[in-house]
């Protein structure tokens, strides 16, 4: 694995970190809104926060396991090696 720079690290980091409050306020706005949508779309709008809710689950473990992968130190960053040394998931579980 090529090294990376504390700022890139941060940079992905940063973006974890966002995302996951997008899923988590998505997911919340999709059920609290629920009850204004017309009966025909109701199911539709449970599934789409079920979704960001599965999204935001994914995200969250994805995100530890880069911050795990890597430790950083007054300006320098190394692997860990903790939980792997490729800080990598696939959707497809494979």
Known sequence: ?????????NLVYNAF???????G????FFWLNRSLVAPPYRMAVTLSGLVTAIALYHYVRIFASWDAAFQVRGGEISLT???????TATWTGS
């Open 1 to 9: 694995m090529s090294e990376i720079t504390v700022g890139q690290f």
């Open 17 to 23: 970190s966002f995302t996951i409050a997008a899923m």
């Open 25 to 28: 306020a998505a997911t919340a």
């Open 81 to 87: 090696g903790s939980p792997s040394t490729t800080p």
